[in-house]
Structure formats: C-alpha cells, structure tokens
C-alpha cells in the first residue's frame, strides 16, 4: 500500500513461521548485535523517514511496547509488517497483516489489520487468501503478492485480480529494483 515511500526498516532477529521461500531465513536466529530501543529510535529519526516498519524475523515474539514508545518520543510514524503468529504488543500507526499456512496468525490480529497481504506460492493459496479475508475487517486492504521463485505466481494472480477485483497485486519492488 505505501509502495515508493522512504522507510527505515528495523528487522528484529528470530521468527519460529518456517515458510519454505522465506528470504531472510538468516532473521530466524536471535544470534544478532543488540540495541537498546533509544539507539533504534535515534537512527530511525535521524534518517527522517516519511515511517518506521517494524518487522524481522516476526515482530510480535518482542515485547514492541518499549521500542514503539521510544520511537514516538521520536514523533515518528510507525508500521508493522506480521505474520500474527503472536498477540500483538506495541502501538501502531499502520499493520500489515501477512499470515502464513505454517503458523497461522492468532485471532486477536486479525481485527487490528490494516492491509492484508497473503504471498501466493501454489494456487492453493487463493483459497487460504480468501479465508483469511473473511476474518479482517471491512476495508482492510486485500493484496496478493507473487513469491519471488515461482514465477507461474505473477500470471495466477493478475487472473485472479482481473476476476476477484476486491484484491490488488503486491510485487516486491525492491528485487526488481535490486535494493536491499
Ligand atoms: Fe520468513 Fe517472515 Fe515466514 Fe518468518 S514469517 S519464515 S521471516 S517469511
């Protein structure tokens, strides 16, 4: 949804989803320099980013409460990017919900969602993407996003999209753009 945009992302390490195609499966491990949340805020305020996205890993195995205040202090912007597999902590401006088949999000996110986006790795996943957009609220934003190694992906959803025009694509424009 907010495609283009400046943002500071801070990565937090360790995530227990095991998604087969995961592209940071090094974020799956705690073995990771520590920062206290002040020195997060401060680099993210000194970038002056339009926001902060906070995600990993999974997020929501932290307590985000402290790292969410200090980057208010800051008088930042703040997103999340989950898969819900956690009860949600901290406070936030804006939630992507992401869930996964292989540990699906715990019922208390689903109402705190502000977009829903649902990777498509098998054409089985348009149903698991249409069962979980029963559970978010109306008006969430509903995207389909391609994974990155099945290429047929791409071609599954603008059909799908084309017929089902309630959901949007969601393409990873930082690979096609080669920025990390
Ligand atoms: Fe990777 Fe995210 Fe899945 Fe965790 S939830 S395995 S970080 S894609």
Redesign the pocket.
Request: hydrophobic share 25%.
């Given at each position: 949804m907010w495609l283009g945009c400046s943002a500071y992302f801070i990565r937090l390490a360790g995530?227990?989803?095991?998604?087969p195609?995961?592209?940071?499966?090094e974020?799956?491990h705690q073995r990771h320099p520590s920062h206290s949340v002040t020195q997060l805020a401060a680099a993210a305020q000194a970038e002056q980013p339009k926001f902060v996205v906070v995600t990993?890993?999974?997020p929501l195995m932290h307590d985000l409460a402290p790292l969410t205040q200090a980057l208010k202090r800051q008088g930042l912007r703040i997103h999340l990017e989950t898969?819900g597999?956690y009860p949600l902590s901290g406070s936030f401006d804006w939630v992507t919900l992401?869930p996964?088949r292989?540990?699906p999000p715990h019922p208390s996110l689903y109402g705190q969602a502000s977009e829903l986006k649902v990777?498509i790795a098998n054409p089985e996943d348009f149903d698991w993407a249409t069962a979980q957009a029963a559970q978010v609220p109306p008006g969430t934003v509903k995207l389909l996003q391609p994974e990155w190694n099945t290429p047929d992906s791409q071609a599954w959803i603008v059909d799908y999209v084309k017929h089902h025009p309630d959901w949007r694509v969601s393409l990873q424009t930082h690979k096609f753009l080669g920025v990390r």
């Open positions: 995530c227990d989803v095991g998604c195609w995961c592209d940071t499966k974020s799956w990993g890993g999974e898969s597999a992401s996964k292989s540990k990777v």
